[in-house]
């Protein structure tokens, strides 16, 4: 399994998060541009994937097969992700001259430079970024290498819906693939700009920051909307299950804006000024250009207008589908309420293009 594979059309994107598998096909027109064939979101059993790890393969198996029947697709090759601290990643110098086999050969041999755990034990890869700046003999290569069981445990779950894993790729790396889709919601375009992408799922929250477009800096840490649902439950007398539709539904009482989502939205203002205060002391940095939320949270209303009034940074929510068109199936509405959430499953769509 390689985690930069190239790969032939067709391929879904395939993101499986704490709480959903979400499911996204594309094709693209003559002039370039993305259609949007099939998506869906189809919920997971709590705790089947803890904090990124796969804990119930059948359960994560059951809600793919789910979300194949529900999207109304024939394709059985799909793209996913492992969670980024599941990854070490490294750019190493290496001579212009090596064939690929050959730099896998060399890599292979010094890995243990580079990965702190036995070749046995890992899945390993590479991709070259382009020339090394003021020397024309050698070429930066970045490394990805995981641990097998991270990707096996995603292998048997498509598997067990009929699927083949034909590329495993990155989350970091979706979403920065998925983020070259909103140029035209950006400052300048986002070009030569700073921009932090906040991607607040159920449990966790993921900060990328990205200069023109690359990935300069990561950051996990727990804190999700998961939180938002349990307080709901507790509040007002709901099951979890029950308390997560009223919190996409609405149907809560009058106090609920004001003294439930009020102090979360509060909480996760919050916490992306905590993230970015990271950044800011582990990097030459002390500013960004601009927020873009991603995730789930994302599309709690008006949350943007508060993030950027308390931190003085204009925000804007994601929505990678903007300049794409639909086939006849997709609602619009509806695509547009989950996009926050599909950046991943979007990132990991797009690489069916990869030439």
């Known amino acids: 399994m390689q985690l930069f594979n190239k790969t032939a059309p067709p391929l879904i994107g395939l993101d499986i998060s704490s709480t959903a598998v979400k499911l996204l096909e594309l094709s693209q027109t003559a002039g370039g541009r993305y259609r949007v064939e099939s998506y869906t979101v189809v919920p997971l059993p709590p705790d089947a994937v803890a904090e990124k790890n796969i804990a119930d393969v059948e359960a994560v198996g059951s809600a793919i097969s789910r979300a194949l029947t529900r999207a109304g697709t024939r394709t059985r090759n799909a793209a996913v992700a492992v969670a ?22 060399q890599i292979q041999g010094e890995a243990d430079q580079y990965i702190p755990f036995p070749m046995e034990e890992i899945n390993l890869d590479f991709q070259v970024l382009g020339p090394t700046e003021n020397d024309e003999t050698s070429v930066d290569v970045m490394l990805a290498a995981s641990r097998s069981e991270n990707i096996d445990v995603r292998v048997a779950a498509l598997e067990l819906a009929g699927v083949k894993a034909e590329v495993v790729d990155v989350e970091a790396f979706a979403m920065e693939t998925a983020f070259s889709l909103l140029g035209q919601q950006l400052p300048d375009n986002g070009r030569e700009k700073t921009i932090a992408v906040i991607d607040v799922g159920a449990t966790m929250t993921i ?26 439950q507790q509040r007002y007398g709901l099951s979890y299950d029950e308390a997560g539709l009223a919190k996409k539904q609405g149907g809560l009482p009058d106090n609920y804006k004001s003294e439930v ?24 940095h002390s500013s960004v250009d601009h927020i873009v939320l991603a995730g789930g949270c994302a599309s709690i209303a008006g949350i943007d207008e508060m993030i950027e009034e308390k931190l003085g940074i204009t925000t804007s929510v994601a929505n990678p589908f903007m300049d794409m068109t639909f086939s006849s199936k997709i609602k619009p509405d509806a695509i547009s309420n ?9 990132g990991l769509a797009i690489r069916r293009f990869d030439k």
């Open 207 to 232: 900060l990328n920051v990205l200069y023109d477009f690359k990935t300069i800096y990561t950051r996990e840490q727990v804190f999700g909307g998961k939180q938002l649902t349990e307080e709901i």
């Open 261 to 284: 989502l009020q102090p979360f939205k509060e909480g996760l203002a919050q916490q992306v000024s905590r993230s970015l205060q990271f950044f800011f002391s582990s990097s030459q």
């Open 84 to 105: 980024g601290s599941a990854v070490i990643t490294k750019v190493i110098t290496m001579p212009a001259a090596l064939s690929d086999d050959e730099m896998l050969e």
């Open 338 to 346: 989950d996009a926050p959430a599909l950046m991943i499953a979007c």
